[in-house]
């Protein structure tokens, strides 16, 4: 085994409903981002009256990106299954978030939804005005997000999209209803990620497992030959779903970059980190129980990342589930 190491404006109408879901958002934040022993919520605010512009609307179909809580608290995940993309990256305190990208089909429900990231901003330049699910952010970086090609919604934007569940303690316990965010899947067409698929390339290195450790966190893809797929490893205990349905990707890649200081804090100083996805670098490409090395490259914020063996030949996915784990470069 080898280690490797962002709404709208608020709406004018408030019901309720709404307003409570925000008072309980507000004291689900200052609980903490990560987990009850772990740093506070980078992105504690919610929206608030006065700092938000409306965002764009969608043009036509996109994907849905939804943040994921990826505490050991937050777990078993819902809807994870069901995501073609699966984004890992570092937050504060060395813990891991998630972000699932949704275009050929939608669970009924997905959560925990966490806080959004300054990184989160440059991830989905690649898709065409995507729509992002988070449950707020921090009060500095609100402008970004208005600023930004995408359609973000925040249980204040879209409070019958969101829940709080029953089964643990805020702020563990936000879901939501992708079907009132997006009445339908947009297709895989919507994937703009640069990503291709196809037959395995020659080569590659018989591998059993791959772990990819954070300071404070940890991912094992173990290959499974019954299933024909990777099974999820987090933080040392198996992946599962609250029903039952384990995230298990046909192909994972290791994607070394910069994880850099950003400009933003949460509220205990922590800063938080700034996964760099624009540029090019080293990677590993697992599937079919087997891993390659490669490259990938992704000039411009909105362009998709291409990855490719060294000598320049195109590395394809295999069909299924892809997750992308952001490593820090050496």
């Not at 190491?5 to 709406?11: E, F, L, N, Q, T």
């Amino acid at each position: 085994m080898t280690t490797v190491g962002r709404g709208r404006g608020v709406r004018g109408r408030r019901t309720a409903t709404t307003a409570a879901l925000l008072a309980a958002l507000a004291t689900a934040a200052l609980a903490g981002c990560t987990g009850g022993n772990g740093p506070g919520d980078d992105g504690r605010g919610t929206d608030r009256d006065g700092h938000r512009t409306p965002s764009p609307g969608a043009t036509g179909p996109s994907v849905l990106a939804v943040k994921i809580d990826n505490a050991g608290s937050a777990r078993p995940h819902t809807g994870l299954d069901a995501a073609d993309v699966v984004y890992a990256e570092q937050v504060e305190g060395g813990l891991s978030r998630l972000m699932a990208v949704y275009a050929t089909r939608l669970p009924e429900v997905v959560g925990p939804v966490r806080s959004a990231r300054e990184s989160d901003l440059e991830l989905l330049r690649q898709f065409d005005r995507p729509t992002l699910a988070f449950s707020g952010a921090q009060t500095k970086l609100l402008p970004l997000i208005d600023r930004a090609p995408l359609r973000a919604e925040t249980p204040s934007d879209a409070a019958d999209a969101y829940f709080r569940g029953a089964d643990r303690p805020a702020p563990h316990n936000l879901y939501l209803r992708p079907g009132r965010l997006v009445p339908e899947a947009p297709g895989r067409a919507a994937l703009t990620t640069g990503f291709r698929y196809g037959p395995a390339p020659s080569g590659g290195t018989v591998t059993d497992s791959r772990t990819v450790r954070y300071p404070a966190a940890r991912f094992t893809f173990t290959w499974s030959d019954a299933r024909d797929r990777w099974l999820v490893g987090m933080d040392g205990g198996p992946a599962a779903t609250a029903d039952g349905r384990a995230p298990a990707p046909a192909t994972v890649v290791v994607q070394y970059v910069e994880v850099r200081e950003s400009a933003f804090r949460d509220f205990l100083g922590n800063n938080t980190p700034y996964t760099e996805t624009v540029g090019a670098g080293k990677a590993e490409v697992l599937r079919d129980g087997r891993s390659w090395e490669a490259r990938w490259k992704r000039p411009h914020a909105t362009d998709g990342t291409a990855f490719t063996t060294p000598d320049g030949n195109p590395v394809d996915f295999a069909e299924g589930q892809v997750w992308v784990v952001y490593a820090e470069a050496p």
